[in-house]
Nanobody, 128 residues
Framework: QVSLEESGGGSVQPGGSVRLSCAAS????????MAWFRQAPGKEREGVAS????????YYADSVMGRVTISQDNARNAVYLQMNSLKPEDTAMYYC?????????????????????WGQGTQVTVSS
């Protein structure tokens, strides 16, 4: 089973940018789905973006559409999350996740229950 490790979080001012990285212990191409989730204190874990590793097809939550880009580098076994125009409400622990199922219903691509491997998370704090 693949293991995941996130990095790149930190404190950033509103309007700023951050790039999160997720290093996988095995080829990301062998894990059909990779995704980023976030969880703020007192809130449920929320899907942010996901990517089909074989095709590069991406999905985004409405709350981040146009501000966030998920990408992958199969040569480095890595997935990235570029976030721009950050807002205070983007403050959360961000988690990388992987799903081993080959197919996924559209309604599940950003559901935490669809993913079976998780990293430890990296904190992003947006404040002035």
């Amino acid at each position: 089973q693949v293991s995941l490790e996130e990095s790149g979080g930190g404190s950033v001012q509103p309007g700023g940018s951050v790039r999160l990285s997720c290093a996988a212990s095995q080829r990301t191409a062998s894990t059909p789905w990779m995704a980023w989730f976030r969880q703020a204190p007192g809130k449920e874990r929320e899907g942010v973006a996901s990517i089909v590793t074989s095709t590069g097809v991406t999905y985004y939550a409405d709350s981040v559409m146009g501000r966030v880009t998920i990408s992958q580098d199969n040569a480095r076994n890595a997935v990235y999350l570029q976030m721009n125009s950050l807002k205070p409400e983007d403050t959360a622990m961000y988690y990388c996740a992987a799903a081993s199922r080959p197919t996924m219903a559209y309604g599940s691509v950003l559901q935490a229950s669809a993913y079976n491997t998780w990293g430890q998370g990296t904190q992003v704090t947006v404040s002035s």
